[in-house]
T-cell receptor, first 115, second 111 residues
Framework: GAVVSQHPSWVICKSGTSVKIECRSL??????MFWYRQFPKQSLMLMAT?????????EQGVEKDKFLINHASLTLSTLTVTSAHPEDSSFYIC???????????FGPGTRLLVL | GENVEQHPSTLSVQEGDSAVIKCTYS??????FPWYKQELGKRPQLIID?????GEKKDQRIAVTLNKTAKHFSLHITETQPEDSAVYFC??????????FGKGTMLLVSP
């Protein structure tokens, strides 16, 4: 199989706080993980690519100091939304990919609401 | 840069009919084309993918065709069922690069 989990599934926080989202590959080693953001009724927007043991690569327009990514092991990547504001409210989805394979397997997503 | 156009944005069919969703891409070097199904509030799930060395791939009621010359690929769903109702996303990739997704097609299958 290729199972990817995310935690938490939803979170509500106050403006100005930081939120950490975890993405785990449960039954395979993921050398690369991706973080996406999805607005209602829209497509998946890639935020960053996370490679195990190296710095993440951010897409144009994504603030790396606001969206901190850490990929410390072959099964775990974390996304921290720092000093969250209401405009950061969204559905955040991660995906994971095995070494040498193109297929991305998605996590169930995390719904973030910043009040 | 890479661009993926997906049509139609919405598609309504009667149960049992066929559904076809088309995507075009701009980067002729693209060699990997997956299709994902996303039900409301859930994760995108890979339903079929094709690589550029083949022109067609089929898995039961689902098939994908690829025309490299015209730079387009299509998803075909036959004998549609209400549970096929979802948003479908096409994507393209090159090797182990990132995927570029289409904007999605909302498929509604009416009983």
């Amino acid at each position: 199989g290729a199972v990817v989990s995310q935690h938490p599934s939803w979170v509500i926080c106050k403006s100005g706080t930081s939120v950490k989202i975890e993405c785990r590959s449960l039954d395979f080693q993921a050398t690369t993980m991706f973080w996406y953001r999805q607005f209602p009724k829209q497509s998946l927007m890639l935020m960053a690519t996370s490679n195990e043991g190296s710095k993440a690569t951010y897409e144009q327009g994504v603030e790396k100091d606001k969206f901190l990514i850490n990929h410390a092991s072959l099964t775990l990547s974390t996304l921290t939304v720092t000093s969250a504001h209401p405009e950061d409210s969204s559905f955040y989805i991660c995906s994971a990919r095995r070494h040498g394979k193109e297929t991305q397997y998605f996590g169930p997503g995390t719904r973030l609401l910043v009040l | 840069g890479e661009n993926v156009e997906q049509h139609p944005s919405t598609l309504s069919v009667q149960e049992g009919d066929s559904a076809v969703i088309k995507c075009t891409y701009s980067d002729s070097a693209s060699n990997y084309f997956p299709w994902y199904k996303q039900e409301l509030g859930k994760r995108p799930q890979l339903i079929i993918d094709i690589r550029s060395n083949v022109g067609e791939k089929k898995d039961q009621r689902i098939a994908v065709t690829l025309n490299k010359t015209a730079k387009h690929f299509s998803l075909h769903i036959t004998e549609t069922q209400p549970e096929d109702s979802a948003v479908y996303f096409c994507a393209r990739g090159l090797g182990y690069s990132t995927l570029t997704f289409g904007k999605g097609t909302m498929l509604l299958v009416s009983p």
